[in-house]
């Protein structure tokens, strides 16, 4: 029987955790480094150094098991057996990887900035004349799905519908590891969509990054039907969550920062910066999953093959043994060397570069045309998932301003 951590209990499932869940991460890396949890069986890493070198090491840190502790299975690579690109280790991922990226370039994403800027101040000029909104029902929750369609090809009809599936993905109910019917039900609208509309393009013209995947052969290889139909999901899912949690987490972080807001609004060159500290302060993942292909032993604690693992970055990216005894405060200034807010290594986020340019042009874009916002903090109402932390609703006010378009 594995020994556990008397006093700590760290539930990503549990509501009351995702308030402040880094009172609970530094007892985790002080106390227990290596926590076992007996009642959801899984262990976690916590401190940066730990998180790191397992993010490194995907030969013992596999994440063939699944990413997210909900969806875990063993370990396996049998021919033909679907996985996203997000859920292989290499060779096969880096074979998965390296024809993606022969497309989806940063020179491309760095095409797209004048797009994103305008698709952002279109929904801005939903709401710029009444002077009050929410910053993720008008703004941050479909500008993503737009950018995200726009990249891959998907036409503007079909945005609402996979905006609607995408948001009932990750939802979760307190407490519980069950995966509720209204995120499975999100999850089969979107295969179904992309099943459906990968068939029709098949044998003729195509737009987008997907119709460039369906052309592209590096070295013989081609995408297969299920490979393709799994980087469509994982590319929606991600590109869409993340990028809404992460602009709307910057807003509400400098709204409780006045003075920061304030350097910000006077030097947009702090933009980036501020993007990568809220990365690293609240990230909009706060763990990965992993399962264990070998017996390991870490901080005197024996961890078995077939093992759950979380890598907590949301505590590693906390620990001050990495970023020093102001760790635990949020500072536009800061210049970290890393961060592990996209992960590392072999895994590290594909879509980054987008995402951090999508935030850079959301930010300098809502301090533009509404720098005095004030966020209702007594009406926001908080985004609950096991992995993935901020809002669902952000209510602001505003002075009231023109419309662009």
């Known amino acids: 029987m594995t020994a556990t951590d008397p006093g700590i209990d760290y539930n990503p499932y549990a509501f009351a955790l995702h308030d402040d869940p880094y009172v609970t991460y530094k007892r985790l890396r002080d106390e227990a480094p290596a926590h076992w949890n007996p009642e959801l069986n899984f262990w976690t890493l916590s401190r940066f150094g730990d998180v790191l070198e397992a993010f490194r090491d995907f030969e013992t840190f596999s994440s063939a098991g ?16 679907f996985h996203q690109m997000i859920e292989m280790d290499p060779p096969d991922h880096t074979a998965f990887r390296k024809l993606v990226s022969r497309v989806f370039t ?10 994103v800027r305008g698709i952002v101040n279109h929904y801005i000029d939903t709401i710029i004349e009444a002077g009050r909104g929410d910053v993720v029902l008008d703004v941050t929750g479909p500008f993503p799905m737009d950018v995200i369609c726009s990249v891959l090809g998907i036409p503007p009809e079909s945005r609402d519908e996979l905006r609607a599936n995408a948001d009932q993905v990750l939802v979760r109910e307190d ?10 039900d999100g999850m089969f609208g979107m295969v179904q969509y992309f099943i459906d509309d990968l068939a029709g393009r098949r044998g003729g013209p195509s737009e987008g990054l997907i119709g460039d995947l369906l052309e592209l052969e590096v070295d013989g290889r ?14 929606v899912i991600a590109g869409h969550e993340t990028t809404t949690k992460m602009v709307a987490n910057t807003l509400e972080l400098l709204s409780r920062h006045p003075d920061q807001l304030a350097a910000v609004i006077a030097d947009p060159d702090l933009v980036p910066g501020t993007i990568e500290e809220v990365l690293r302060f609240h990230n909009s993942t706060q763990y990965m999953h992993r399962t264990l292909t070998k017996d390991i032993e870490m901080h005197g604690r024996q961890m078995k093959a077939g093992d759950s693992v979380l890598l907590l970055i949301g505590a590693a990216n ?7 005894p102001t760790a635990e405060e949020f500072d536009v200034h800061r210049t970290p060397d890393r961060h ?19 935030g850079k ?16 903090h007594d009406a926001k109402v908080r985004f609950h998932s096991s992995n993935v932390t901020g809002w669902t609703n952000l209510p602001i006010r505003f002075t009231p301003g023109p419309r662009q378009g």
């Open 66 to 81: 699944g990413v997210a502790l909900e969806a875990r299975r063993p370990v396996s690579h049998r021919p033909g057996e």
């Open 106 to 115: 940063g020179r491309r994403v760095a095409a797209m900035e004048d797009e």
């Open 175 to 184: 407490g519980s590891m069950e995966i509720p019917q209204a995120a499975l």
């Open 222 to 235: 081609a995408l297969t039907e299920e490979e393709l139909l799994g980087f469509c999901i994982l590319f």
């Open 318 to 324: 906390h620990d001050e043994r990495e970023f020093g």
């Open 340 to 358: 592990l807010g996209f992960g590392y290594g072999a895994h590290f986020c594909l879509g980054a570069a987008l995402a951090r340019m999508e």
């Open 361 to 376: 042009v959301a930010i300098e874009e809502f301090l533009r045309r509404m720098p005095d916002y004030e966020v209702d």
